[in-house]
């Protein structure tokens, strides 16, 4: 005789424990959040979950899920680092997945904006056990990557199943930078549906927002041993010849290194990247260096005579200019030892 009685609960009873376990529909966006301009949000959606870089990285699936034993979810993806956004919303209980992902698609197209990869359900890969909704949520929704005013939220990205549905697009805007959308989405579970909406835009990685100042001593051993002491301390404003308040450690120390060796008169050379015209880079290091000279003669007392102003340009690189990181480190400025 089997010594255990199965366990056997009336339907309204599991209903009850459904609606205990899901948060009930919100009435407003998460505190700090807003939707993004390119994407405008699914008519009675509310933001739940939130997540804004100006310059990150992010892994954009771009096709089905393949699961394998050893375990491993080998995506085709596409790496995108810029701009990124992660909007969580949940639509009504009476809206299905089809109508949302139908709009969302319609407006990706009407934006010509190239599809890259779309999938329905079982299409977009995996098994019964392992499905494309399972990894997904696992890999791209949590309280790790996006902030969240109640996690109960993400029920919907749980409980989906091999219901999902997805799609990537991509577009080529003025600067010729590509965007890309992708949109994720889980029918409805008791009270409401999910969608994910990224959007990442690639950008260049913005350098030179920390500078390193030479000491006097450190420069003084550069110009014995090579004649010369690349300086990035000296800063100045995209195509001006004012010198940034940011300057100041780094004229102290230049003060410091000409104090301390009353015979030491240098060059003072002004260096830039190669982008834009010749003839104007050349002038404007040229004047950027006698704005050195100016400060250092004016402001610490320096003998004008010690020193020498001269504007190279892009002629003298000391790495290529084909990258942001090359031109940022032929952007300086040289003291030379006459």
Request: charged letters at 20%.
């Amino acid at each position: 005789m089997n010594r255990f009685k199965s366990l056997v609960l009336p339907a309204w009873a599991f209903f009850f424990c459904a609606t205990a376990l899901a948060a009930n529909f919100p009435d407003h966006d998460l505190a700090g959040s807003k939707d993004d301009p390119i994407v405008t949000r699914y008519p009675g959606s509310f933001i739940v979950g939130y997540f804004k870089k100006t310059f990150d990285e992010t892994d954009l699936v771009a096709g089905p899920y393949k699961y394998s034993e050893t375990g491993q979810a080998p995506y085709q993806t596409i790496h995108v680092e810029g701009a990124i956004t992660r909007l969580i919303y949940v639509f009504p209980q009476d809206r299905s997945a089809v109508d949302v992902m139908k709009n969302y698609t319609d407006a990706l197209r009407k934006a010509n904006m190239t599809i890259v990869f779309s999938c329905d359900k079982s299409a977009c890969g995996g098994d019964a056990r392992h499905p494309f909704s399972i990894n997904f949520q696992q890999t791209k929704i949590s309280s790790q990557l996006e902030q969240w005013e109640n996690l109960d939220f993400q029920d919907p990205f749980v409980d989906g199943s091999n219901q999902s549905r997805y799609v990537l697009a991509k577009a080529t805007v003025a600067d010729g930078s590509v965007i890309y959308v992708a949109v994720y989405i889980d029918p409805p579970t008791i009270e409401y549906g999910g969608v994910l909406v990224e959007i990442a835009k690639e950008a260049p990685l913005q350098t030179g927002q920390v500078t390193v100042n030479l000491s006097a001593a450190d420069m003084a051993k550069s110009i014995s041993a090579d004649g010369r002491v690349a300086l990035y301390g000296l800063q100045f404003d995209t195509d001006k010849t004012e010198l940034r308040a940011d300057s100041k450690p780094a004229l102290v120390e230049i003060a410091r290194l000409l104090s301390q060796d009353p015979k030491l008169n240098v060059y003072v050379v002004g260096h830039t990247d190669n982008q834009g015209n010749y003839t104007h880079n050349l002038d404007l290091s040229q004047k950027r260096a006698e704005v050195i000279v100016q400060a250092l003669t004016t402001q610490y007392k320096i003998a004008p005579t010690r020193l020498v102003a001269k504007g190279v340009g892009s002629l003298s690189p000391v790495a290529t200019n084909d990258t942001e990181a090359g031109r940022a480190k032929n952007r300086r400025v040289e003291l030379v030892k006459q």
